[in-house]
């Protein structure tokens, strides 16, 4: 209505003058209101607009902004490797407002605790095992120290696991000759990674690589070693 266009005006006025906090400017307001006799209804008017600004010291503070960190590259460390072993890795990244950072590491088979803090920059290393073999996804995120996080790093494409050891039972015996043959021939389940399989290093797994683990389990062949 009129009142609040009028009020809207007076405050509006008193608190771009520069003079005046916002509390002033509202009850400086209220007083050209109450002189003017510009209230439609003035028990009403007093009532809704008069405990906005109470107290003639409330000002407003300033907006504080808080960025995320920037999302950290591909974490680095070692792609192949063997199930049982802990291995290191390592990323970092930069907060925009200097922050110190946390870092969490999601590993494939479970996510770490938040590491830090670290001077924004600064490279964050942490290390896992993975107990059995397979393909897995290392990935890392980072926040600061007002909680704001990043989004997940790409991910980093990694494999554990014993060369011959077809089957993931830690042992390398006839057991895993025969786990191949089915793959091969009766189209059972691959080793898991494939490169598990790979007993001849020659980036394929076929008949070549079952006849390499019975010479190394029966006639004292070079044992399987490619990792």
């Known amino acids: ?22 509390g002033q400017a509202h009850q400086q307001a209220l ?14 008017e007093a009532f809704e607009w008069g405990a906005l600004w109470g107290n003639p010291d409330l000002g407003m503070a300033s907006v504080i902004t808080n ?25 970092h990244t930069t907060d925009p407002d200097q922050d110190s950072l946390f870092y969490q590491f999601s590993w494939g088979d479970g996510i770490s605790d938040w590491i830090g803090p670290y001077p ?23 926040k600061d120290i007002h909680d704001r996080e990043c989004d997940w790093s790409d991910s980093l494409t990694i494999q554990r696991y014993i060369s011959g050891d077809c089957n ?18 009766q189209m059972d389940i691959a080793p898991n990674p494939l490169l598990a399989g790979d007993v001849t290093c020659d980036g394929k797994v076929d008949i070549s690589d079952v006849v390499y683990l019975l010479n190394y389990l029966f006639k004292g062949g070079p044992a399987p070693a490619c990792q």
């Open 1 to 22: 209505d009129g009142s609040s266009q009028s009020l809207d005006y007076f405050f509006t006025t008193y608190v771009t003058s520069g003079n005046l906090t916002q």
């Open 31 to 44: 007083l050209t209101m109450y002189t003017k006799n510009l209230w439609y209804n003035q028990k009403y």
């Open 67 to 91: 960025y995320p960190p920037e999302i950290p590259p591909q974490p680095s460390g070692q792609i192949v490797g063997l199930p049982g072993i802990d291995y290191g890795f390592s990323s």
């Open 120 to 142: 924004s920059g600064d490279t964050c290393t942490a290390s896992h095992t993975w107990n059995n073999s397979g393909i897995y996804q290392v990935k890392v995120k980072a």
């Open 168 to 185: 993931d039972d830690r042992i390398i015996d006839v057991g895993d000759a025969m786990y191949l043959i089915n793959y091969l021939y």
